[in-house]
DNA sequence: GAGGTAAACCCGTTGCTGCC
DNA sequence: GGCAGCAACGGGTTTACCTC
């Protein structure tokens, strides 16, 4: 038996047993241990995912549920699966990234010669622009792994008004104008509150794991279909024709938007105290093209954030 | 602590292949 | 045919870990 017949023999063995060990496969192979010992590791430098135990009943094991079964896939699912993954390459960083590139790799590899010219073709006509920040996000995966597994991590977040540590459990992450965000329950400030994940600086799982919300409650849709969490106030903007145009494209005005005849719009929803502070600046842009009727406290927000920049510019000036 | 197991080394042997 | 290079293999030793 060669070396190949031997590996894929292993492989069979392997499958067929749950658990096994160094002795077996020798006697099983004739072979030494030394030469069973190389051939496990190239099945594992391979994919094959092998788990060992030390100790007296320790042995190999393969984790078969780790492993998917043969799948098949017509030409078209091919190229659009490439094409899944042709939108994905303009941001820096992504969660599993490395496992992203290997899967694509070990794919590639597999497809027939035609699926490959089809997927080359199609890197020449179509491209996903995405605009690029230059930011690091490392933890990105540690976010989206503890929002899977429902996990308190502590973070270090530089804000715009300073560094501060702080215990969150994650509800997910996404990313928006090529940038990353991760929404969060804060257990500092007892709220949902969006992280933008390049402003994490470290990242730990956190020692009491006792305070996390199980079953969550609240997650990514529920961020996204604008339900708030926490305490939350009744929203009405009114926009002018040229406000109401923006607003359709503006993800925090969208949201509760109605469009009159005119062209006129307004928003009326309920948001969360915790997102007016957001809101604010994001009007600030707008001009005169958006008047905030409720609530009170972000008109306040509004009026200071405006007494603010007249001060600065008058003091400049005079 | 003893004994069983895997892991990680090192080194020598064997067989195949290509080159001169 | 002789030689070098390489891959595959085997044996030995030490270390780490686990169970009894």
Redesign the pocket.
């Known amino acids: 038996m060669?070396?190949a017949q031997?590996l894929l023999h292993i492989l069979m063995t392997m499958q067929a047993h749950r658990k096994?060990?160094?002795?077996e496969l020798t006697e099983e192979f004739?072979?030494?241990?030394?030469?069973?010992?190389?051939?496990?590791?190239e099945l594992s430098e391979l994919g094959v995912p092998l788990y060992?135990?030390?100790?007296?009943?320790?042995?190999?094991q393969l984790l078969r549920d780790r492993m998917l079964p043969p799948i098949h896939f017509s030409d078209k699912e091919a190229v659009a699966l490439f094409l899944v993954a042709e939108s994905l390459k303009g941001y820096p960083m992504l969660p599993f990234e490395a496992e992203v590139e290997s899967a694509l790799k070990k794919f590639y590899h597999y497809s027939p010669p035609s699926t490959k010219e089809k997927i080359e073709k199609l890197r020449s006509h179509v491209l996903f622009h995405v605009q690029e920040r230059g930011l690091d996000t490392p933890y990105l995966t540690s976010l989206l792994e503890a929002s899977l597994e429902g996990r308190i991590v502590t973070i270090t977040y530089e804000a715009e008004k300073g560094t501060s540590e702080r215990d969150i459990q994650p509800i997910g992450v996404y990313t928006a104008s090529g940038l990353w965000y991760c929404p969060a329950y804060c257990f500092r400030s007892r709220e949902h509150r969006l992280f933008r994940a390049d402003r994490i600086t470290a990242l730990t799982v956190a020692e009491d794991q006792s305070r996390r919300i199980d079953p969550p409650g609240y997650d990514l849709r529920d961020w996204f279909t604008g339900r708030p969490s926490g305490e939350t106030a009744e929203l009405l903007i009114h926009l002018t024709r040229a406000g109401a145009v923006r607003a359709k494209s503006d993800p925090l005005l969208a949201e509760g938007l109605t469009v009159h005849a005119d062209g006129r719009g307004c928003v009326r929803r309920a948001a969360a105290i915790s997102d007016l502070s957001c809101l604010a600046d994001t009007l600030l842009g707008y001009g005169a093209k958006a008047e905030v009727e409720a609530p009170a406290l972000l008109r306040e927000m509004l009026l200071q954030r405006a007494n603010e920049i007249r001060e600065l510019y008058a003091g400049a000036g005079g």
């Open positions: 060669n070396k031997r096994f060990n160094l002795k004739g072979v030494s241990k030394r030469t069973i010992l190389r051939d496990l590791q060992s135990e030390l100790g007296v009943h320790g042995g190999y």
